[in-house]
């Protein structure tokens, strides 16, 4: 079974503290994906990373940066959170063999961030 | 750009009938992919299916399948003998062939009553 996994399920953090999510595969995937889902607006992309320390933009990635050392790990930044980016965030990995962008992306539970 | 649109926020429906969730999107592409992933309530979000727009034949998973009519840029998502464990936010998602970036729709919370 593939795993993912994210540091917290919940986080509470103050108006400019930098803040990180962490995300974990156990599957090898090369492809790993950070959304917030927010209610009305469904799921939208922040970024998403090809390999390790190779990562590209997604659709709302201002105010977040991400790091990708380990082919495993994928971390979300908020370099000083703010209250707009209370949300839930999900992690997603993807492998890359076998049918490329039309594979399954596989989630991880969430983490529910509030900024206050 | 692409949009994903489903119209239904909220529905219900009663242990064993059938529903459907309807799903549309804009596009001047002709290859893409189109998903249904479910996300149960506090438990991870699932693939249920996937489609290939070049493929005509409607995708099928045992109880769920697909309305895909590419002309009128339709999706819907069809349950079968729906079951408690089907409660849950059903997400409609479009995909580029030459891209990563998965569009979402807004979702449907789907409730399943005995």
Not at chain 1, 93 to 110: D, H
Not at chain 2, 39 to 53: D, G, T
Request: charge should be positive; glycine fraction near 6%.
């Amino acid at each position: 079974d593939v795993k993912v996994t994210q540091s917290s399920r919940y986080l509470v953090k103050r108006t400019g503290e930098k803040v990180f999510l962490e995300c974990v595969q156990d599957m090898d995937h090369e492809n790993m994906f950070w959304y917030r889902q927010d209610p009305g607006l469904g799921l939208r992309l922040i970024y998403f990373s090809y390999d390790v320390k190779m990562k590209e933009k997604g659709d709302i990635p201002e105010g977040y940066s991400v790091s990708r050392e380990k082919k495993e790990r994928f971390s979300l930044i908020l370099e000083s959170a703010s209250t707009n980016q209370t949300s839930m965030y999900l992690c997603a990995s993807r492998p890359q063999v076998g049918g490329g962008r039309r594979n399954e992306q596989f989630f991880g539970p969430g983490t529910r961030l509030t900024v206050l | 750009a692409q949009t994903v649109t489903q119209s239904q926020p909220e529905m219900s429906v009663q242990e064993a009938e059938t529903v459907t969730l309807s799903c549309t999107y804009d596009t001047s592409e002709n290859n893409y992919y189109l998903f249904w992933y479910k996300q149960p309530p506090s438990r991870q979000m699932i693939l249920v299916i996937r489609q290939e727009a070049y493929k005509q034949q409607n995708a099928t998973e045992n109880r769920f399948s697909v309305n895909f009519q590419k002309a009128a840029k339709s999706f819907s998502l069809k349950i079968s003998d729906s079951q408690l464990g089907d409660t849950a936010m059903y997400f409609c998602a479009f995909l580029f062939y030459n891209t990563d970036k998965l569009i979402f729709g807004t979702g449907t919370r789907l409730q399943v009553f005995p």
